[in-house]
């Protein structure tokens, strides 16, 4: 079992920027891949990042450039930086985790944090 714990949301200005973290307890043998999910009112959650054990990350189209995701093993945290964030950007952000590679789609992650609102203001 790996327990996540989310952190870092909150209200921002459009343009501006936020880092969110994700600290992973419990089975935590870092193998896992880890990935950030957020799901806006009335939509589906959608896929926003990805990264493996190994470092190599992923991206959706829609923040690519703009966001970047990160780990440290050592102490078992995971990260997103998002800059230039709009008001599109508004969601509950998820961290999620599966063994094995990264996945875009939300039912290959057995893993999940309780979210952490993130609010972008025009």
């Known amino acids: 079992q790996v327990q996540l714990v989310e952190a870092g949301g909150g209200l921002v200005q459009a343009g501006g920027s936020l880092r969110l973290s994700c600290a992973a307890s419990?089975?935590?043998?870092?193998?896992?891949?880890m990935a950030w999910f957020r799901q806006a009112p009335g939509k589906q959650r959608e896929y926003v990042a990805g990264?493996?054990?190994?470092?190599?990350?992923d991206y959706a189209r829609s923040v690519k450039g703009r966001f970047t995701i990160s780990r440290d093993s050592a102490k078992n945290t995971g990260y997103l930086q998002m800059n230039s964030l709009k008001p599109e950007d508004t969601a509950v952000y998820y961290c999620a985790a599966r063994y094995g590679n990264i996945w875009s789609a939300a039912n290959k992650y057995d893993y999940w944090g309780q979210g952490t609102q993130v609010t972008v203001s025009s």
């Open positions: 419990g089975r935590t043998d870092s193998t896992y891949a």
């Open positions: 990264i493996t054990s190994g470092g190599m990350t």
